[in-house]
């Protein structure tokens, strides 16, 4: 099947997939405990689509032109028997590059085999500061920082490297550990990425207020270690990319609120319910779940994934600011990231 694009001229080509919407931390930009404690209701088992059903719909996407697919989450690493999907995705022969956010919690050596046996490339693991204290209020669950740490070192260990490590930075209260966390991961062979605070869902209570803007945050670094900017590995990338002019390293700002790459983003998110999402910050979907139970061929839900994509005309960063209301929009712990 053709590769579809979209009215933008955006062909699609990435998938995002979420393997579960629960998740064992409470972080306040994500999901805050105050709205998520125990008496949230998590979907089902019978609302998550198996991993067959997962296998089947990523195998559509490349027959559609997708080459890069991520697993996330909630946290990817509760859903049980996590490296048996992995294993089925890596079979899939148009896809090059399979890799899997994580916030690190239960990312043991043994672990971090298992999932680079079964066939993952690539991992990013979520950190946001080294301040002990900082990282578990940050957290909700007061989870310590060494343990991160430690998950990181795992996953270099067995070949799952460089590690990409993901800082969202939120001003006034964490926006103090930029240069730690640059002292720290410089000359580590690790990719230390800022990603500005931003307004996905509609729980995180963001203001602009709250946004260090990169510009800002790479001249606090360029004062400490000399930085220059390097030019994107592909024309989707989202991450601007700099290097340390003293070999220390590489660096990444994702920096959707003041410089957006909407014009650029060829990703399709599949939620932990299975709808199909064109938009980080959509705020509906397209059911795949109803047609993969239903006996929807395989060429029938290529049709009707190409035909979503066509009428494609996301670009909500890049509207932000000219938006006068807001709408509502999906979480990120049904999304991922």
């Known amino acids: 099947m053709a590769t579809p694009v979209d009215t933008l001229h955006r062909p699609l080509s990435e998938l995002r997939i979420s393997v579960t919407d629960r998740c064992n931390f409470r972080c306040d930009y994500c999901m805050p405990k105050e709205l998520f404690g125990a008496e949230h209701h998590f979907l089902p088992r019978s609302s998550l689509l198996s991993f067959e059903e997962i296998n089947r719909i990523t195998g559509v996407f490349a ?108 001003r006034g209260v964490n926006d103090q550990a930029i240069l730690p966390m640059a002292r720290h991961f410089h000359d580590s062979g690790h990719i230390l990425r800022f990603i500005e605070y931003m307004d996905v869902g509609n729980s995180n209570g963001w203001c602009y207020d709250h946004v260090l803007p990169s510009g800002e945050l790479l001249e606090r670094i360029h004062q400490e270690f000399p930085i220059e900017a390097l030019p994107s590995n592909h024309s989707s990338e989202v991450a601007k990319r700099w290097r340390y002019l003293d070999g220390g390293g590489e660096i990444g700002v994702i920096t959707s609120v003041t410089e957006p790459f909407c014009k650029g983003c060829t990703r399709a998110r599949i939620s932990a319910a299975g709808t199909l999402h064109t938009c980080l910050f959509a705020s509906h979907g397209h059911d795949l779940r109803k047609p993969l139970r239903s006996g929807t061929s395989d060429e029938q ?37």
Do not use: C
Not at 314 to 319: G, K, V
């Open 63 to 170: 027959s559609l032109g997708v080459r890069k697919v991520r697993l996330t989450g909630g946290e990817p690493l509760l859903r049980r028997d996590l490296d048996r999907l992995i294993g089925m995705l890596a079979e899939i022969p148009q896809i090059d590059d399979l890799s899997l956010t994580t916030n690190g919690a239960l990312l043991t050596r043994k672990t971090a085999l298992t999932l680079k046996n079964a066939g993952l490339k690539r991992i990013s693991i979520s950190l946001d500061t080294l301040d002990d204290e900082v990282f578990q209020a940050m957290n909700g669950v007061q989870f310590p920082v060494h343990q991160v740490l430690e998950a990181i070192d795992h996953a270099a260990a067995v070949g799952l490297a460089p590690v990409k490590v993901n800082m969202v930075v939120k």
């Open 301 to 337: 839900l290529g049709q009707l994934i190409s035909g979503w994509w066509k009428q494609r005309e996301d670009r909500y960063s890049a509207l932000r600011t000219s938006q006068k209301a807001i709408p509502a929009k999906i979480e990120m712990s049904y999304i991922g990231g």
